[in-house]
């Protein structure tokens, strides 16, 4: 049961490549698609330096954030929309700390070691919340419509109430039957017992006739 709640439960991230490093962009996108992402939306585009400031209005006061916006309008970025199980805590590390010095150090293999070249000017970015990842997808793409992903506990108690039972039900008559070809006597079985549907019996269609 784990394991198919885990392939269900999968969790959408912003993923910005960085001017940079944005000639770099095909080959770290196949990156991010070897590491089991789908790229739901990509989109190239130039920032305003207002844009960059309202994008970052969280690190406002900083002594970075004017270096910051200035660089990041400084060229033309690659934004992606990017899901897969732990989608958020994978993507970030990949990428690795923040400060390019201290990934050099600590996470040598991660891309931000790889791609960037200072602490300003470390390649790539990724959401670290759920609720950010959300701000930040809406930002980048403001026509896109984010439906709420059931939480892992929540697609357990689903699988685990709703699923489970009718599977292993079918199972069970599947070996009892023994039928010529059990994939399709199997999927009959589903669709006639399939306890979220309405099941009509003879007496209903009785009714109707009358």
């Not at 690659?78 to 990949?94: D, E, K, P, Q």
């Not at 670290?128 to 419509?145: G, Q, S």
């Amino acid at each position: 049961m784990d394991e198919i709640s885990q392939r269900l439960y999968v969790e959408r991230t912003l993923a910005i490549i960085k001017p940079d490093v944005v000639h770099k962009s095909e080959e770290i996108e196949k990156i991010i698609l070897k590491a089991g992402f789908l790229i739901l939306q990509k989109r190239r585009l130039l920032l305003s330096p207002e844009q960059c400031s309202e994008f970052y209005a969280h690190q406002y006061g900083k002594l970075f954030f004017p270096s910051l916006t200035a660089f990041m309008s400084s060229g033309p970025i690659v934004v992606m929309t990017l899901a897969r199980h732990n989608g958020i805590n994978h993507w970030r590390s990949m990428i690795g700390p923040d400060s390019f010095s201290v990934a050099k150090e600590s996470h040598p293999e991660s891309l931000r070691a790889k791609y960037g070249t200072s602490d300003l000017k470390n390649a790539l970015h990724g959401s670290d919340t759920f609720l950010t990842a959300v701000r930040e997808i809406r930002f980048m793409f403001p026509n896109t419509v984010i439906e709420p992903f059931h939480s892992k506990e929540q697609t357990e108690e689903y699988l685990s109430t709703n699923v489970i039972p009718v599977l292993l039900h079918g199972l069970t008559e599947l070996c009892k039957e023994k039928p010529l070809h059990p994939c399709i006597w199997l999927a009959d079985w589903l669709l006639n017992n399939d306890p979220s549907l309405p099941q009509i019996n003879d007496g209903d269609i009785l009714e109707d006739k009358k």
